[in-house]
């Protein structure tokens, strides 16, 4: 049974840092691309940054990059989120996702997902 689940989320400061935790069971992570996604108050789930099966390269999207790291823990099926100097817009519920086997590389569209966590919350406020 294939299942994703996130957690480290929590209330941070602005300027902090926060760790996310997507543990994985049932299949093999480093064979699937796996991405982050959020979804803010009233907007739309948005994938922001995702890690390769077919090479472990990275992708992030402008909005995170230089500021949020994605890493890959084989030996504990686990992918990490790491997220510094944070910013109120960085508040959502946070997702962790796997892409369907037919694709490799890094995606942002979300149909292209087929299994998802729960989430997991982040709030950055003072």
């Known amino acids: 049974q294939v299942q994703l689940v996130e957690s480290g989320g929590g209330l941070v400061q602005p300027g902090g840092s926060l760790r996310l935790s997507c543990a994985a069971s049932g299949f093999i992570l480093d064979y699937y691309t796996i991405a982050w996604f959020r979804q803010a108050p009233g907007k739309e789930r948005e994938g922001f940054i995702c890690v390769s099966s077919s090479d472990g390269s990275t992708y992030s999207a402008d909005s995170v990059k230089g500021r949020f790291t994605i890493s890959r823990d084989n030996a504990k099926n686990t992918v990490y989120l790491q997220m510094t100097r944070l910013k109120p817009e960085d508040t959502g519920v946070y997702y962790c996702?796997?892409?369907?086997?037919?694709?490799?590389?890094?995606?942002?569209?979300?149909?292209?997902?087929?299994?998802w966590g729960q989430g997991t919350q982040v709030t950055v406020s003072s």
């Open positions: 996702a796997r892409r369907r086997p037919s694709g490799t590389g890094c995606s942002f569209r979300s149909y292209e997902y087929l299994y």
